[in-house]
């Protein structure tokens, strides 16, 4: 009886561990086999790339404009308005859209339109037996595969977060608008409180998230098994695993921040 | 762009089909599936959810709280938090993580169940009957029926992925991928639309006067 229910309280957080385990030795692995020579993985690094960028900029603007203009915009606004004090939103938006919601819907939009996309190829891939066959080639799946993604995915990462800002503050300046506010005092008070660790603390952040969406998609398509639905449960927890990770790892990044600046919390 | 515009189509034809399934009573012959999807649903799911919801709504207060202060008002941290994470942060956690866990569990199910030919016609209403039972002050209203739309539009893309899913195992993979893209999307259109729809420009709350 005990060890019945040990084993339905523990075997299950037994193999999250293990997973979780795995992951990071694939982290470790793709780290060295990323800079140790040869260097084989230019053109895939080049394509998989284009591939990120031609997939996600749609869903990433859409996605960036009504999130800012519903939630950092209207809602705070409205706090605001009561105060007084609507010019301060240019304020708030530093703090909302450049620390917060753009890299949380980059990586969002990231890990559920690239992350899946890579666990679904490298899932396929597994199942039809293909990444066996290059092991018996002598090519390095991790080297060949994994590392391009990985880097792709960062870079693109990071650089998806700036073009998201700006639409996060195109969804503030018509938010201002919706509440009859002029445009000045919104743009004066968002460059009085923009601050360079804001702004690379952001960059470094997202990029973090790309290594984090790279790592779990590769992880979960490369171990795929099981028949028809194997590729689609690998690209359903791999979704899962990477927005718990990513929210988890933005908490901690956040806390760090404004402790070790505390000069950007103060609001001007 | 033909691609989308036809598939969005195909989309509103299936979810057409299955809220008249839904709404001639017809799907109360598969209530205990209905009873034991929700089972699933809850067992599986809940803890993530209030994982994400957690780990958010932290992420809120302490911005709040700097927030507050900055405008002289440190004592309404409260009412920073409560705006956000009700009216915005939960719904869109909500429907994050349902469109991860759910949605995309949805599509690799039936998908798996259409590719080895067990379902011919299968009714999806039973998944998306179950929303409308089980949820039951206005902001709370409010957010609930934003999670509601949230996960109805979630529950019925899943199920369009997954019913049209061929092409073997990769096929599967490439409709949970897809049902994904579209989902992220939607969710926060949705949130927005609800935001304006039941907030606007209004702030409505009891303060000052």
Redesign the interface.
């Given at each position: 009886m005990v060890r019945a229910v040990a084993d339905r309280a523990f075997l299950p957080t037994k193999g999250l561990l293990q997973q979780v385990g795995e992951m990071m030795i694939l982290t470790g692995k793709t780290l060295v086999s990323a800079v140790r020579p040869p260097y084989p993985y230019g053109n895939e690094f080049v394509q998989q790339f284009l591939f990120m960028l031609r997939?996600c900029w749609l869903?990433l603007t859409?996605?960036?404009l009504?999130?800012s203009?519903?939630?950092p915009g209207?809602?705070?606004?409205?706090?605001?308005?009561?105060?007084g004090?609507i010019d301060?939103l240019g304020?708030?938006f530093v703090?909302?859209s450049i620390?917060?919601f753009a890299p949380n819907?980059t990586a969002?939009?990231l890990a559920?339109?690239g992350g899946?996309?890579i666990?679904?190829d490298l899932?396929?891939r597994k199942?039809?037996e293909e990444l066996d066959a290059l092991q018996v080639l002598g090519v390095d799946p991790i080297k060949n595969l994994v590392v391009p993604r990985f880097l792709a995915l960062m870079i693109v990462t990071g650089l998806f977060n700036l073009y998201a800002i700006c639409f996060g503050i195109t969804g503030g300046v018509l938010a201002t608008l919706?509440?009859d506010a002029p445009l000045g005092p919104f743009f004066a008070t968002l460059l009085n409180n923009a601050s360079i660790p804001d702004l690379w603390g952001s960059v470094v952040k997202t990029t973090m998230f790309g290594a984090i969406i790279a790592v779990v998609s590769c992880y979960k398509g490369m171990t795929?098994s099981g028949?028809?639905?194997?590729?689609?449960?690998?690209?359903?927890q791999a979704?899962?695993i990477?927005?718990?990770g990513i929210?988890?790892f933005?908490?901690v990044f956040?806390?760090t921040l404004?402790a070790t600046h505390p000069e950007i919390?103060?609001?001007k | 762009m033909i691609g989308w515009t036809a598939s969005f189509g195909e989309i509103i034809k299936f979810s057409t089909r299955v809220v008249v399934d839904v709404f001639d009573g017809r799907v109360f012959r598969f209530f205990g599936e209905t009873l034991r999807q929700a089972g699933i649903l809850i067992l599986g799911s809940a803890i993530v959810i209030w994982g994400l919801a957690f780990i958010l709504g932290l992420q809120c207060g302490i911005e709040g709280a700097y927030f507050s202060r900055s405008v002289g008002a440190p004592s309404n941290a409260g009412t920073f938090a409560a705006w956000c994470d009700l009216r915005e942060i939960m719904p869109y956690a909500f429907g994050y993580m349902m469109s991860a866990k759910v949605g995309t569990g949805l599509v690799a199910e039936i998908g798996a169940m259409r590719i080895s030919d067990e379902i011919a016609e299968v009714s999806a209403g039973g998944y998306f009957v179950i929303f409308w039972m089980f949820q039951n002050p206005p902001d709370l209203l409010f957010s609930l029926i934003k999670g509601m739309a949230m996960a109805t539009v979630i529950v019925l893309v899943g199920c369009y992925y997954g019913y049209t899913a061929s092409g073997g195992p990769v096929g599967v993979g490439t409709a949970t991928a897809k049902s994904m893209v579209l989902n992220t999307v939607l969710v926060h259109v949705v949130g927005m639309l609800g935001t304006q729809i039941f907030w606007g420009s209004n702030p409505r709350a009891p303060i000052g006067g």
């Open positions: 997939l869903p859409v996605s960036m009504a999130v203009y519903g939630a209207l809602q705070a606004g409205n706090f605001l308005v009561l105060f004090a301060r304020g708030f703090l909302a620390r917060e819907v969002i939009i559920g339109v899946t996309a666990t679904a899932g396929a199942i039809r919706s509440f795929a028949g028809a639905e194997g590729v689609g449960r690998a690209v359903n979704v899962v990477e927005f718990l929210f988890a933005n908490y956040t806390q404004l919390s103060v609001i | -």
